[in-house]
Nanobody, 125 residues
Framework: VQLQASGGGLVQTGGSLRLACVASGTGNFFRLNSVAWYRHTPGEQRDLVISWLHTASGDRRTAADSAKGRFTVSRSSAENTMYLQMNSLEPSDSAVYYC???????????????WGQGTQVTVSS
């Protein structure tokens, strides 16, 4: 399985972006796996944006405080894609954003793997 994030770019403060994470090599990926969006800035550790696990009894999600009320995650089974909708962007959101998977539900980046190439988000003030 390979995960590839895309959709980053340059946006002004208050703007929006929608990132996509495409899973290749398997079907129904985002229905069957614990996945997450992380972001990374140079010199800092990877920070969780949103982690997400779909189960038969409902979804389990954890969002960073900075993401609550502004960022939402969704998926398209047909496209085998997970989306991160980011609204009201701020300069502090500037980072490289990655998607990854874990074997079980986790908010610890060390338990995630299949880190694809990230996508750069830059928010200008």
């Amino acid at each position: 399985v390979q995960l590839q994030a895309s959709g980053g770019g340059l946006v002004q403060t208050g703007g929006s972006l929608r990132l996509a994470c495409v899973a290749s090599g398997t079907g129904n990926f985002f229905r069957l796996n614990s996945v997450a969006w992380y972001r990374h800035t140079p010199g800092e550790q990877r920070d969780l944006v949103i982690s997400w696990l779909h189960t038969a009894s409902g979804d389990r999600r954890t969002a960073a405080d900075s993401a609550k009320g502004r960022f939402t995650v969704s998926r398209s089974s047909a496209e085998n894609t997970m989306y991160l909708q980011m609204n009201s962007l701020e300069p502090s959101d500037s980072a490289v954003y990655y998607c990854a998977r874990a074997n079980g539900y986790s908010t610890n980046w060390r338990e995630y793997y299949n880190w694809g190439q990230g996508t750069q988000v830059t928010v200008s003030s």
